[in-house]
């Protein structure tokens, strides 16, 4: 099977060791992988919302450059892309009409889309593609960590867009942690929001929201949380000294990406999965140094 | 919250715009808005509520369906949303609370308004009008300006010393030029 890889902006500029991991992962899982460079932000929700018909055709164009490229698959590596991309695609394989419109436009621009592309994301891919049997065993380091899964919010809902795990009590990033040899931690904020929708609108609700689920994270005992959207991230690591300053308390908790947590297992360098960009220094606990040494403190 | 007795103004007939009812009323994949049966569970679930008691979405989305247009589409509260989707997981009556915020947002866009919350949308739809792409730097002092990106003071000047900080100089994506012409004719009804 071949797979195309939509990059997102953010994985493309602030967050591009989410890119950089990606690539690597994939390499090493065998997923044959063909990154869409040329394609249009998804618009998130609000293109759809200013014009629908924009958001078709930018969209439908961005379906249309995977199937030019031979991909039956487009893996999306950001939780806002993921629903912004399965909405348009469920209204253009639904809606004939629909789908004829938007070809016309893409005719003018030398392209067409036969409305058959399947869009999902990394960790759906990992789950119901590769198999979580299968990357368990080409686990090189197990990851001796308590990892806590922030599932985000547009992988899960509206429960009706994405049926791969459940909106309620979601399993897949847990089962995932294990399969890397980790331990997943429970945590009151595993479904909620970070808040990025927020951020630049009222930055202190936003931070307040994502500042909670940080606290509970490490109340509970995490070492670090693994993200699978760059939003994400970038609330939770490039915030989190604004989050630490609202909340009057030091945090210094780690943000992972997904690939970056399957990269550190399947036996990549830190450098190499991008982790020295981080803004929360993730190195003292990925290297076990810092949980080895709260062990045996005490 | 605003059952405890916030006070509320009292609608007055001149705020009522039954044109914008109809809209409101029909934009529900449950034919209308009117199937709300003001349980609160959107409200309950919500996570903005959660740290902001004040934010209702209940109370946004009864205002737009008795029509009180203006109030609702100049009012930040439609963005503060955070589209977590909580709500529609757990309505009732399918009634998809934020992807009804989602509509009015869409209807503020595309009327002149002006606050944070347009600023900050129109600012990343235009990113992606010019450059195909968002250029978050871009993005971010269109919707904060210099000065609130200088209030973040020494916060702003760690994320450049980390190589954190989004391009402000970067690349669109190659045919843009074939798409604008297309663009044009879409945002004119033309196309």
Redesign the interface.
């Known amino acids: 099977m071949k797979y195309a890889l939509y990059p997102g902006?953010?994985a493309?500029?602030?967050c591009k060791e989410l890119g950089m991991s990606m690539q690597l992962i994939a390499k090493k899982l065998g997923i044959d992988l063909v990154e869409i460079k040329?394609?249009?932000?998804c618009?998130?929700?609000?293109?759809?919302?200013?014009?629908r018909?924009?958001s078709l055709?930018?969209n439908g164009?961005t379906f249309a450059l995977a199937e030019k490229a031979g991909a039956d698959t487009l893996i999306v590596i950001c939780s806002l892309c993921l629903l912004a991309l399965e909405k348009v695609n469920t209204d253009l394989s639904s809606d004939p009409e629909l789908l004829e419109r938007t070809n016309e436009?893409l005719r003018?621009?030398g392209l067409h889309y036969s409305g058959r592309i399947k869009v999902k994301h990394l960790l759906q891919v990992l789950v119901e593609d590769i198999g979580l049997d299968n990357i368990a065993k080409k686990v090189k380091t197990p990851l001796d960590l308590n990892i806590a899964p922030f599932y985000s919010?547009?992988l899960l809902?509206?429960?009706d867009m994405h049926s791969f795990d459940d909106?309620?009590n979601p399993q897949t990033l847990d089962s995932l942690i294990k399969a890397l040899g980790g331990r997943p931690v429970d945590f009151p904020g595993k479904t909620?929001?970070c808040?990025?929708?927020?951020l630049?609108?009222?930055e202190d609700?936003a931070l307040?929201?994502s500042g909670?689920h940080l606290k509970d994270a490490k109340e509970c005992g995490a070492d670090c949380l693994v993200v699978p959207c760059p939003c994400c991230h970038l609330v939770f690591d490039?915030y989190q000294?604004?989050i630490e300053k609202k909340l009057g308390m030091s945090l210094k908790i780690p943000i992972l990406h997904l690939p970056q947590m399957i990269g550190l297992a399947l036996g990549f360098k830190p450098q190499e999965l991008g982790l020295n960009?981080?803004?929360i220094d993730p190195l003292p606990v990925v290297t076990g140094q810092k949980t080895k040494k709260a062990r045996a403190t005490g | 919250m605003d059952e405890q007795g916030s006070e509320l103004p009292p609608v007055v007939e001149e705020d009522i715009d039954p044109g914008f009812a109809d809209v409101v009323n029909k934009m529900s994949d449950a034919e209308s808005i009117r199937q709300c049966i003001e349980c609160g569970t959107c409200t309950g679930v919500c996570v903005v509520q959660d740290v902001y008691p004040e934010y209702n979405i209940r109370r946004i989305l009864t205002k737009a369906a008795l029509g009180l247009k203006n109030e609702v589409l100049e009012s930040e509260e439609i963005w503060m949303c955070a589209h977590c989707y909580s709500c529609i997981s757990r309505c009732p009556r399918g009634v998809r609370p934020s992807e009804r915020i989602a509509d009015l947002q869409g209807m503020a866009l595309r009327r002149y308004v002006n606050n944070q919350g347009v600023k900050h949308a129109k600012a990343y739809i235009d990113s992606i009008l010019t450059y195909g792409k968002i250029n978050e730097a871009k993005v971010t002092i269109n919707s904060i300006g210099y000065q609130g990106l200088m209030a973040q003071g020494m916060f702003a000047l760690t994320l450049i010393m980390k190589g954190k900080a989004p391009k402000y100089f970067k690349k669109g994506i190659t045919d843009m030029d074939k798409l604008k012409p297309i663009i044009e004719e879409i945002l004119e009804g033309k196309a």
């Open positions: 902006c953010v493309e500029d602030s040329d394609a249009t932000c618009g998130s929700g609000y293109l759809h919302a200013y014009n018909d924009l055709f930018l164009r436009r003018r621009v919010c547009q809902r509206p429960p909106a309620n909620k929001c808040g990025f929708h927020l630049m609108v009222n609700i307040n929201m909670k490039m000294p604004r960009r981080h803004i």
